[in-house]
């Protein structure tokens, strides 16, 4: 077994450090920054390039849809942690900015004058310094000329320094400190100039040929007899190169700062670079509030005191109202609550007692649909009616089990019956219909019975007893066409030779299934009623 990775110092050392991490980020101000409503293309990446200036504590990647409100973004900003919101809106004849603390306000209104993205300000410089690195830290926030009287230029100064983490001059990391953030407001005009800068820290106080051998760059020095003269003398240096430090930029570090030659209480010179945006703003008016406040201070409208009064009673009026209409819906949720619970206490009593009659009453009813003389396992009648007319001959007793012989009212006559397929008066029929009919019967009485171990109806077998009416008067077989054979079956069962019952699969095809067509075996094979001719509903079958 091989050693542990990290030890167990390790181990609880690291995990203080991200403790110590999460709480320093959970207690440093978060920022959402988005649009309303329509807004242009170039608006759109000002929005961007604002997102690089409030890195890294802020989402970079916020996507905005047409349907989400305000409500939306404060309902997440508060398990995110977010603190401040930046909006952009663009009216047909100005953009504004409007600053949200949250959760309950001030809520802060500029209108951007001009703005410059960073792709213009970056090709406007011959040379400048922007990287990744630069944006891992937050910059640093420099606010001048906001030491001036008035309620709404603190109220500004306080809003724009909780936008950014504050710094401890004393345990400060120099090295943390790579960008600038520079707002500058003029009391005349009453505008802020909002500037972003890269910052650089070079060494002074030595000759430029040295500070090139220090950085890496060495200069040409074909012209030179020795290298003492690059020490004492700066040639060979173009004039973008020439230094503009001086006492406004200088200053002796307290730490030892990135790059070669800054060391600790050693004179080395701030220079700033600017990255971009850049903005111009003007205060529009201060609100209490998420944009729903009384309004602290407005630029462009004044009121007098008679109507600051008139203004807040009209309000006070409407959140009273408010208040009523809240309390009498509440009122009508909870008496609808009541009427809920009562009717369903109702329904459960009527449920409970109509089980209560059902099971004290007559459970052997009979159905008034159902006739008195019909059994429910019966098949009905017209099925098997429906078997004579489309086969032509009598269905039999497996087939329908329950039924050996068709009811009739007592109302019914014997001859009300329908007419069959091949029932028909001799009158009526021609001497080569009657032929053709009779050859039929006997081609189908004739027909060899396939799988069937009965013995054929001979007459030896009926010496000994008496025939029935059907067969000492064969033309009175008109109603059923196979009663011979119907003769022959009640024999058998007299005499214990009947067969069992027949069920599906338990005997192979017979004689039953010969002149049937395929869905009439399968239906049969199933244990259908009858055998039911697909086709269109309606339609007669020729006579």
Not at 66 to 94: M, Q
Not at 141 to 163: D, E, P, R, S, Y
Not at 448 to 466: A, I, L, T
Request: aromatic share 4%; proline share 6%.
């Amino acid at each position: 077994m091989g050693r542990p990775t990290k030890t167990k110092n390790q181990k609880k050392e690291r995990a203080v450090a991200q403790h110590r991490s999460q709480e320093e980020y959970g207690s440093v101000p978060h920022s959402f920054v988005f649009h309303r409503g329509s807004i242009g293309k170039n608006l759109q990446q000002l929005i961007l390039d604002v997102r690089r200036v409030m890195e890294p504590y802020t989402a970079t990647s916020l996507k905005v849809r047409k349907k989400n409100s305000l409500k939306d973004f404060v309902a997440v900003a508060g398990p995110l942690g977010v603190t401040h919101f930046l909006v952009f809106t663009k009216t047909p004849t100005s953009i504004n900015l409007k600053l949200f603390r949250l959760p309950g306000g001030p809520t802060l209104t500029f209108r951007v004058i001009q703005y410059s993205l960073i792709k213009d300000v970056v090709s406007s410089l011959k040379r400048h310094r922007m990287h990744e690195q630069q944006f891992t830290h937050h910059p640093l926030l420099v606010l001048n000329n906001f030491g001036l009287q008035g309620m709404h230029i603190k109220v500004m100064a306080t809003m724009l320094q909780n936008m950014f983490p504050s710094i401890n001059v004393h345990r400060v990391n120099l090295n943390a400190i790579k960008r600038c953030v520079l707002i500058n407001y003029d009391a005349d005009t009453q505008i802020l100039e909002f500037r972003h800068y890269s910052l650089k820290v070079v060494p002074v106080g030595i000759s430029k040929g040295l500070k090139k051998i220090l950085q890496e760059r060495f200069p040409n020095m074909s012209r030179l007899e020795d290298i003492s003269e690059l020490l004492v003398r700066d040639i060979n240096l173009s004039e973008s190169e020439a230094e503009q430090d001086g006492s406004h930029n200088i200053m002796e570090l307290p730490q030892a700062y990135t790059g070669r030659g800054n060391m600790k209480a050693q004179q080395s010179a701030v220079r700033l670079t600017e990255i971009g945006p850049r903005m111009t703003l003007q205060l529009i008016k201060v609100e209490e509030g998420l944009g729903q406040g009384n309004v602290l201070y407005h630029s462009f409208i004044h009121k007098t005191e008679e109507e600051i009064q008139e203004a807040l009673a009209r309000k006070e009026a409407k959140l009273q109202l408010k208040a009523e209409r809240r309390r009498k819906q509440e009122v009508d949720v909870e008496r609808k609550q009541e009427q809920k619970q009562a009717h369903r206490k109702k329904s459960l009593e009527g449920i409970k007692r109509k089980k209560q009659q059902a099971e004290g009453s007559d459970s052997d009813a009979e159905d008034p649909g159902m006739q008195e003389d019909q059994n429910i396992d019966e098949p009905s009648d017209d099925d098997m009616e429906y078997y004579r007319q489309e086969v032509g001959e009598e269905p039999d007793e497996d087939l329908f089990p329950q039924s050996t012989q068709r009811k009739r009212r007592p109302s019914q006559s014997a001859n009300a019956g329908k007419r069959h397929k091949y029932t028909h008066s001799t009158a009526d029929q021609s001497p080569l219909s009657a032929g053709t009919n009779v050859k039929a019967k006997e081609r189908k009485t004739s027909r060899p019975r396939q799988g069937r171990q009965e013995p054929r109806d001979s007459p030896q077998q009926h010496k000994g007893g008496p025939l029935s009416q059907q067969q000492r008067d064969p033309s009175n077989s008109s109603r059923h066409p196979r009663g011979p054979h119907k003769a022959k079956r009640k024999r058998l069962q007299a005499s214990g030779q009947h067969r069992a019952q027949w069920q599906p699969g338990s005997r192979p095809l017979g004689s039953r299934w010969q002149g049937k067509s395929r869905l009439g075996r399968k239906q049969a094979a199933k244990g259908k009623g009858g055998f039911r001719k697909l086709g269109r509903p309606g339609k007669k079958r020729p006579a």
